[in-house]
């Protein structure tokens, strides 16, 4: 279905740290901006690699900043990052926040629009722990919600948790959106996830985080058995 791209930082001395730790640190110097605009170039450039090796048709998604789409630039860097690096816009998903939407001015949502007439695709990213209002939500064209973790992680024995996602799925099915379920790591989960009626699920049932390569494997691997 897709694949989502994550950031580490290999620190010579500290070792392996992960985002919680520095992009909060990137987000307060400014410096997520110049940081997210590498990550879509590497991911981009990663993908067309992908593509040549055989793995066709599915989409990847990045991640961006608040700060990121603020720039009234952000539409030209995309495409030129497509352009430079190859890759068509319909293999490229961008996932924003609910911040994104809630503080979107019009320049925002105009940006947004651009990007789904080039063909990108949109996503909510971990939807329900924010403050969405529905009037901004239908106003921006995003194709996509993507429910929390902390919704998924205890499905389903904490009943309070399940409705919102129950809640959620309804949500993204009344608004023609597809619904995918962040944290998913049993089976159970899965089912619940499932038989309420949501589209997709990622997390640690389907694979741990993974390098390029051996991501690049495992998708062979599951295209070569889907064929079969």
């Given at each position: 279905?897709?694949?989502?791209?994550?950031?580490?930082?290999?620190?010579?001395?500290?070792?392996?740290i992960q985002?919680a730790?520095?992009?909060?640190?990137?987000?307060?110097?400014?410096?997520?901006?110049t940081m997210?605009?590498?990550?879509l170039?590497?991911?981009?450039?990663?993908r067309?690699?992908?593509?040549?090796?055989?793995l066709?048709?599915i989409?990847?998604?990045?991640?961006?900043?608040?700060?990121?789409?603020?720039?009234?630039?952000?539409?030209?860097?995309?495409?030129?990052i497509?352009?430079?690096?190859?890759?068509?816009?319909?293999l490229?998903?961008?996932?924003?926040?609910e911040?994104?939407?809630?503080?979107?001015?019009?320049?925002?949502?105009?940006?947004?629009r651009?990007?789904?007439?080039?063909?990108?695709?949109?996503?909510i990213?971990?939807f329900g722990?924010?403050?969405?209002s529905?009037?901004?939500?239908?106003?921006?064209?995003?194709?996509?919600?993507?429910?929390?973790?902390?919704?998924?992680r205890?499905?389903?024995?904490?009943?309070?948790?399940?409705?919102?996602?129950?809640?959620?799925?309804?949500?993204?099915?009344?608004?023609?959106?597809?619904?995918?379920?962040?944290?998913v790591?049993?089976?159970?989960?899965?089912?619940f996830?499932s038989?309420?009626?949501?589209?997709?699920a990622?997390?640690?049932?389907?694979?741990?985080?993974?390098?390029?390569?051996?991501?690049?494997?495992?998708?062979?691997?599951w295209?070569?058995?889907?064929?079969?």
């Amino acid at each position: 279905m897709g694949y989502e791209v994550l950031v580490r930082w290999q620190h010579p001395v500290r070792g392996l740290i992960q985002p919680a730790t520095f992009i909060p640190i990137a987000e307060e110097s400014g410096l997520i901006v110049t940081m997210g605009t590498w990550i879509l170039r590497q991911a981009c450039r990663q993908r067309r690699r992908f593509e040549a090796a055989g793995l066709a048709d599915i989409p990847v998604a990045v991640n961006v900043s608040p700060s990121q789409v603020a720039k009234s630039d952000f539409v030209e860097i995309v495409a030129e990052i497509l352009a430079d690096e190859g890759l068509s816009p319909a293999l490229l998903e961008l996932e924003v926040t609910e911040r994104v939407i809630m503080q979107g001015s019009d320049a925002v949502l105009e940006s947004l629009r651009r990007l789904d007439r080039m063909g990108i695709r949109l996503a909510i990213d971990d939807f329900g722990i924010g403050y969405s209002s529905l009037s901004y939500l239908k106003l921006f064209p995003v194709g996509k919600l993507k429910i929390d973790q902390s919704f998924v992680r205890d499905r389903p024995a904490r009943e309070g948790d399940a409705a919102i996602a129950q809640a959620i799925i309804g949500l993204g099915q009344t608004l023609g959106m597809v619904v995918i379920a962040e944290g998913v790591e049993t089976a159970a989960q899965a089912e619940f996830l499932s038989r309420h009626g949501c589209d997709e699920a990622q997390d640690f049932l389907f694979s741990r985080p993974v390098a390029a390569d051996e991501f690049l494997a495992l998708a062979l691997q599951w295209n070569r058995q889907a064929r079969s």
